[in-house]
């Protein structure tokens, strides 16, 4: 068992790492802990990685995850929800690393 926060831009870059078969070759896997391996959802995380169109890629990283959760591949058990408050005429855009970084804040 282990927890882990991953957070990334798009699905399909953590599952490479978190449910890919591992081989050390390709870098795949390397946070797959529980050994899991399904080739259909190596193929589905590839097509994800390779599609240009982004609702394409979407679909595809979504098809990749169903099947790992229906394979009990992880089990989720905390998901992370950041907030941030702040006075009326300022706006911030959340990062998914949850860092804040005052430079980043602007006036409305």
Avoid: C
């Avoid at 490479?16 to 870098?27: C, E, I």
């Avoid at 390779?50 to 790992?68: C, H, K």
């Avoid at 959760?69 to 929800?81: K, R, S, T, W």
Wanted: no cysteine.
């Amino acid at each position: 068992m282990a927890l882990l926060g991953w957070g990334t831009l798009a699905g399909d870059f953590g599952m490479r790492s978190l449910v890919g078969t591992a081989n050390p070759q390709t870098g795949w896997g390397s946070w797959n802990w529980g050994n899991y391996s399904n080739p259909k959802v190596d193929t589905v995380i590839r097509s994800s990685l390779s599609a240009v169109d982004p609702a394409e890629r979407e679909n595809y990283a979504r098809q990749a995850a169903g099947i790992a959760l229906q394979d009990n591949a992880v089990i989720p058990m905390h998901h992370q929800i950041a907030t941030w408050a702040m006075r009326k005429g300022l706006r911030y855009a959340a990062r998914v690393d949850e860092f804040t970084f005052a430079q980043q804040f602007r006036a409305e």
